[in-house]
């Protein structure tokens, strides 16, 4: 008799992997960013946050694009390579979403990893929403 092949199960590694795929891209206002560590994106919109939130102590108001620089409307670009302007308001929000979703990817792997054992459907949907 030919025994069938059984597939080991999945690793911590391949979670860690599947996790940090997930956490590379993120919507906000109905638009998709790439937000990959390994091209500096991670540390642009951390930068953009922490500007964005100086300039709202600074007294920047909702609505004036220029709070970054007085002679361009501040934007981002998705990956749809449209330029989405943003206030200071908006840049803040959008840094605290990338950070509020990349934490919650590291949260759900946590969880999968936590299991007796690792489901081999683990890169479904259904255990990353």
Known sequence: TIEAYVAPPPTTGEVNQERDKRMEKFTFGGKEYSINKDDGSLANVSGAGTLAL????????????????????????????????????????????????????????????????????????????
């Open 54 to 129: 100086g300039a709202m102590v600074a007294g920047a108001q909702p609505g004036n694009l220029r709070w970054a620089d007085p002679n361009v409307d501040f934007s981002w670009i998705a990956d749809d390579n449209t330029m989405v302007t943003m206030d200071a308001q908006t840049t803040w929000a959008f840094a605290q979403a990338a950070a509020a979703w990349r934490k919650s990817m590291i949260y759900k792997a946590r969880a999968i990893k936590d299991l007796e054992a690792i489901p081999a459907d683990y890169k479904n949907n259904s255990h990353w929403e």
